[in-house]
Nanobody, 128 residues
């Protein structure tokens, strides 16, 4: 079981940038390299959608088409942190952003049901 806590969400202007952070903690202290850490978002009245994911070993990264070229996911293994660097933000990026974790071998990284560990979410609001 992995505990996740997101931070970094705030109000930002159209075209602005923002970096979200997610700190992961696990009973043994270290996160297995077989984990995948994902970012999802949910806007009011919409279903939760995939944004990006990274294998904890750093081998693979995944992005939704809507954020390719604007968002970058990375991780710091030494501090158990996952980052989502977001640039060129638009009002359509407004949502609660969730960090999630799953075993690499369990389901698709693009599908929320594959993840069994979730953070509480952080609000990102992009003003036009």
């Amino acid at each position: 079981q992995v505990q996740l806590v997101e931070s970094g969400g705030r109000l930002v202007q159209d075209g602005g940038s923002l970096r979200l952070s997610c700190v992961a903690s696990e009973r043994t202290g270290s996160i297995s390299s077989s984990y995948v850490m994902g970012w999802f978002r949910q806007a009011p009245g919409k279903s939760r959608e995939f944004v990006s994911a990274i294998k904890w070993s750093g081998e693979y990264t995944y992005y939704a088409d809507s954020v390719k070229g604007r968002f970058n996911i990375s991780r710091d293994n030494t501090q158990n942190l996952v980052y989502l660097q977001m640039t060129n933000l638009t009002p359509e990026d407004t949502a609660v952003y969730y960090c999630a974790a799953k075993n690499y071998y369990r389901g698709s990284p693009y599908v929320s049901l594959s993840y069994d560990n979730w953070g509480q979410g952080t609000q990102v609001t992009v003003a036009s």
